[in-house]
């Protein structure tokens, strides 16, 4: 592992937006060093610098912070960034010792070339983009590689098939896959051809007219029987009711004649 040297200047305390604005302006990027027993160091360096550091060094890189009094060694534990133009705006060191292990995540790089991919048409699949190990920070090293020369459609390589260097620990668990080859189906649709007429059910079938509900037995909402009727004869459509005739109920009987009156008795 690398040990790079970079200058960085002090901020007493925490800066203001203001301050952090104006330092980023400057192309300086604002940070925090902390860990160990020590209290944390606000700090300010140059952003190409740095950039240029983790391009030579590494992301896990050893970093020696001079500050012109006293040199801070440590790793970048985090950079954030911008979420609109992606440029950095704050960055995280940890505090490190030369002589104690450290946990960090190493990026996973593959090797080979699958015959899966190359003779069968499939396509690889990362499950896995980096992993956490536990070294001395010397020992970190900058990447991992996995062989997949083997890889056959349906086929994966785990964590313990990865090249792992002396003196570095694995904390993941070993079974874990890390890539695998698969292939990927296409779904053809098809399109009707012009002017066809689709199938009831199909897409784009119209939709089947509803059936007429039958009223036989059912009953107003009044509890009268609602009495099924037949269609009007041709000519008929529209054609009103009987008059006084009521929806579920006969129309009324014509009145019966009157009786013709008795004649009076002749007289004597």
Same mark, same amino acid.
């Given at each position: ?8 200047? #002090? ?21 925090i #060093? =902390? ?28 970093? @020696? ?24 705006? @704050? ?17 996973? @790089? ?15 699949? =990362? ?18 590689? #996995? ?8 086929? @994966? ?20 896959? #890390? ?61 009103p009711?009987?008059k ?25």
């Amino acid at each position: 592992m690398q040990e790079i040297k970079l200058s960085v200047v #002090v901020r007493e305390g925490k800066s203001t937006k203001k301050q952090l604005s104006a330092l980023r302006d400057e192309k300086r990027l604002p940070g925090i #060093v =902390y860990g160990g027993d020590k209290p944390p160091l606000h700090v300010a360096l140059s952003e190409k610098e740095l950039l240029a550091a983790r391009k030579k060094g590494g992301a896990n890189a050893i970093l @020696h912070l001079e500050t012109g009094k006293a040199t801070e060694t440590v790793i970048v534990k985090e950079l954030q960034r911008h979420p609109v133009n992606d440029r950095l705006v @704050h960055a995280d060191f940890q505090r490190i010792s030369m002589t104690e292990k450290i946990t960090a995540k190493v990026p996973i @790089h593959v090797t080979g070339e699958a015959p899966g991919v190359k003779n069968d048409g499939g396509t690889l699949q =990362y499950e896995l983009r980096e992993i956490a190990v536990r070294a001395l920070p010397k020992d970190i090293p900058q990447s991992l590689t #996995v062989d997949i020369s083997k890889l056959n459609i349906g086929m @994966h390589a785990e964590v313990k098939e990865l090249s792992i260097p002396a003196g570095v620990e694995l904390v993941a668990a070993p079974d874990l896959r #890390v890539v695998s080859v698969t292939l990927v189906k296409e779904i053809v649709v098809e399109t009707p051809a012009e002017g066809a007429v689709p199938a009831e059910g199909e897409v784009g079938a119209a939709p089947a007219e509803p059936e007429l509900a039958s009223t036989k037995g059912k009953k107003d909402e009044e509890g009268n029987l609602i009495k099924e009727t037949a269609a009007p004869a041709a000519g008929e459509k529209g054609k009103p009711a009987a008059k006084g005739a009521e929806k579920g109920k006969a129309p009324a009987a014509a009145p019966a004649a009157a009786p013709a009156k008795a004649a009076p008795p002749a007289k004597k």
